[in-house]
T-cell receptor, first 114, second 115 residues
Framework: AQTVTQSQPEMSVQEAETVTLSCTYD???????LFWYKQPPSRQMILVIR??????QNATENRFSVNFQKAAKSFSLKISDSQLGDAAMYFC???????????FGKGTKLSVIP | AAGVIQSPRHLIKEKRETATLKCYPI?????VYWYQQGPGQDPQFLIS???????DKGSIPDRFSAQQFSDYHSELNMSSLELGDSALYFC??????????????FGPGTRLTVT
């Protein structure tokens, strides 16, 4: 079974600064997807960024980028120029290419300090 | 753009009652997933449907059942409710798996409270 581990239960960042959230995963599959989801206080699950395992290039979406290290099974999220609206719970998630169910990590609660 | 619709948004039931949660996927999405998120926990996969057939099953209790209908909407039926069933229930939908990119789009969730 696949597992996803987020070792940072809580993190904080100053507004306009950069923060990196860590995620590691374990799988025996060669083809899979990795995601970061944001869950603000509204509890809505919002997709932040996606990475296909077969792509070597790290995904980027505006201020959000990932550092995908396939051999190390590491998938960290970097948030640049942090904004107050970035404050939320961030979940790292995995899905296999054959079975698309998502397996989530325990989450990292990010606080943004004005 | 159209999003995933879930109804009701809030539901209060008593122990041993039944509940039905509904999910309307994004148009042209043919795969539906159900997740349960307890207080302070990460979402847990319950069950999924592709083209009206069950495709994967996770940690769904035997007291729960689900189905996907011809219009692709899905319903999660929960019987003999227990206090521990109190949670936020998400439905998500995705593109056809043969052409998909793995992305799932989540609805706003149904908050179920069992008293």
């Amino acid at each position: 079974a696949q597992t996803v581990t987020q070792s940072q239960p809580e993190m904080s960042v100053q507004e306009a600064e950069t923060v990196t959230l860590s995620c590691t995963y374990d799988t025996s599959e060669s083809d899979y997807y990795l995601f970061w989801y944001k869950q603000p206080p509204s509890r809505q699950m919002i997709l932040v960024i996606r990475q296909e395992a077969y792509k070597q290039q790290n995904a980027t979406e505006n201020r959000f980028s990932v550092n995908f290290q396939k051999a190390a099974k590491s998938f960290s999220l970097k948030i640049s120029d942090s904004q107050l609206g970035d404050a939320a719970m961030y979940f790292c998630a995995y899905s296999g290419a054959g079975s698309y169910q998502l397996t989530f990590g325990k989450g990292t609660k990010l606080s943004v300090i004005p | 753009a159209a999003g995933v619709i879930q109804s009701p948004r809030h539901l209060i039931k008593e122990k041993r009652e039944t509940a039905t949660l509904k999910c309307y996927p994004i148009p042209r999405h043919d795969t539906v997933y159900w997740y349960q998120q307890g207080p302070g926990q990460d979402p847990q996969f319950l069950i999924s449907f592709y083209e009206k057939m069950q495709s994967d099953k996770g940690s769904i209790p035997d007291r729960f059942s689900a189905q996907q209908f011809s219009d692709y909407h899905s319903e999660l039926n929960m019987s003999s409710l227990e206090l521990g069933d109190s949670a936020l229930y998400f439905c998500a939908s995705s593109w056809p798996t043969h052409s998909g990119n793995g992305e799932q789009y989540f609805g706003p969730g149904t908050r179920l409270t069992v008293t």
